[in-house]
């Protein structure tokens, strides 16, 4: 088409800085530097039903553009602008049969600050796949001529851990990569952490492995990474590893079940929770049990493993946060004599000692916050089950998840991880017995009690606890 083909009406003024407006369709074209490399069709047409003026939709977010330069317009003609933020927003309007849309023009200081805004506006809003993600961070650590991960970290302002997977990824040979495209239904594709080992093998074992390893729907992540480490024992490969510093190893725990307690206890607790596998297809309620059952496996290994690397500390039961808080707030008393330690933990001991006298075994150890962890993972497996056996929730369009004993007496059953409201007026996370469990329900401390909602299920009446913390005085 020739020029005259694209007019606007006399008087028309195009939008700049600071002055958004409505434009045609056609005065717009997608970056070539857009990190998302594929649409969904449905979800796109999805987007355009929300759009429909017919359907009384209308555009809900406006489209951010950056105009083109005298030498762009030639090679993007008709547009004047190319879109920064908001295609999906942009091919949706097309399918809708919109004539324009609202945009807002954007400067950038250089091509590369504009192609890190771009990355952070697509980001943010419906996430990237794994690769894409991957490939685009890339992309920003050479045009920002970056030489470490924690310089990418800092400037995307994602997690180091984030930055080190994703780019560990672009070691997959494309045949893996291939089964990590967005493209493919998201019940299908490969997932980070099978992709993790493949990034870690040489690429002819990446290639004799991924045609026999089991894919598809139904197939967790939990079976790839038992398979593929089963075929790497089996066959001897070598796996590539990083070592890090035991410090910063602990940091990485200690903050990993940091959060982990704390965001499994939040999920656990929202109201809506108990409604967790309404309107759900079977394969999708599998796979998302599955991968709960996953992520569960992987914990338990996890806390395997440090409660044997401590058992040469032969450590006392350590302390809850709770009770490290109080003790803190205590004048010191005077110990017992310790245990004699082992060997390892006497060098330990030694080492850290700097006046030579002999110091007693360090208590470490990571049971009190193992403990929170599987209670919240019980509540998180087991609670719709519970909830479904007493006939609470009638939306249940696939077969219940195996049944795992919760309590439905209202009785204490020893010591329970709560949440409450400390003593410094912010929320507090951890193992009660029965009478603070008491003390609690009666200053109205219980988390349920402070967010004014009813009791939960799995948390003992009063009563229960009053007549446990009788048999325990008995």
């Not at 890090?244 to 965001?263: I, Y």
Request: proline share 7%; with cysteine; aromatic share 6%.
């Amino acid at each position: 088409m020739d020029k005259a083909t694209y007019q606007v009406a006399p008087g028309f003024v195009w939008p700049t800085v600071g002055h958004p407006g409505r434009v045609p369709l056609w005065a717009l074209a997608p970056s070539p530097n857009q990190p998302r490399t594929y649409f969904d069709p449905d979800e796109l047409k999805a987007l355009a039903e929300t759009m429909c003026p017919d359907k009384k939709g209308h555009q809900r977010e406006i489209v951010t553009v950056r105009a083109l330069t005298s030498q762009e317009l030639e090679q993007y003609f008709p547009a004047r602008y190319l879109i920064k933020s908001g295609e999906r927003r942009w091919r949706a309007a097309d399918i809708a049969g919109l004539a324009d849309i609202e945009i807002r023009v954007k400067e950038y200081e250089n091509a590369a600050f504009e192609k890190l805004d771009m990355y952070m506006l697509n980001e943010n809003r419906v996430g990237l796949s794994d690769i894409e993600d991957a490939h685009y961070l890339a992309g920003l650590m050479s045009d920002f001529a970056l030489t470490t991960q924690e310089e990418l970290s800092a400037l995307t302002g994602k997690k180091l851990f984030h930055v080190s997977q994703h780019l560990a990824l672009l070691k997959l040979i494309p045949e893996v990569q291939a089964l990590m495209h967005p493209s493919i239904d998201v019940r299908s594709r490969l997932r980070m952490g099978s992709a993790i080992i493949f990034s870690r093998l040489k690429e002819d074992a990446q290639r004799e492995f991924v045609d026999r390893m089991p894919k598809g729907k139904g197939v967790t992540t939990r079976r790839q990474v038992d398979w593929l480490k089963a075929e790497i024992a089996k066959g001897g490969v070598q796996i590539s590893t990083r070592q890090m510093k035991p410090g910063k190893l602990r940091q990485a725990v200690v903050f990993f079940m940091g959060q982990l307690s704390r965001r499994a206890g939040e999920i656990a607790r929202l109201p809506e929770f108990d409604r967790l596998f309404d309107n759900l297809e079977p394969d999708e309620a599998f796979n998302l049990l599955g991968d709960v059952k996953d992520a569960q496996a992987e914990l338990s290994e996890l806390v395997a493993r440090i409660e044997e690397l401590s058992k040469p500390f032969d450590p006392p039961k350590a302390a809850s946060t709770v009770e490290r808080q109080n003790a803190a707030s205590k004048p010191a008393t005077p110990q017992p004599a310790a245990k004699t330690p082992s060997a390892a933990a006497e060098a330990f001991a030694h080492k850290h000692n700097k006046s030579g006298t002999k110091a007693t075994t360090p208590a470490v150890s990571p049971e009190p916050i193992v403990k929170r962890v599987h209670e919240h993972g019980k509540q998180l497996l087991g609670m719709q089950a519970g909830n479904r056996a007493a006939g609470t929730n009638q939306h249940d369009p696939v077969p219940s998840p195996p049944k795992r004993s919760l309590p439905t007496s209202g009785k204490m059953g020893g010591e329970k991880t709560i949440t409450y409201m400390g003593e410094n007026g912010r929320k507090v996370t951890d193992k009660v017995n029965q009478a603070k469990y008491l003390e609690l329900w009666d200053k109205g401390l219980l988390g349920f009690q402070v967010d004014n909602k009813d009791r939960p299920a799995w948390m003992p009446t009063r009563e229960g606890a009053v007549e446990d913390w009788k048999k325990f005085c008995d």
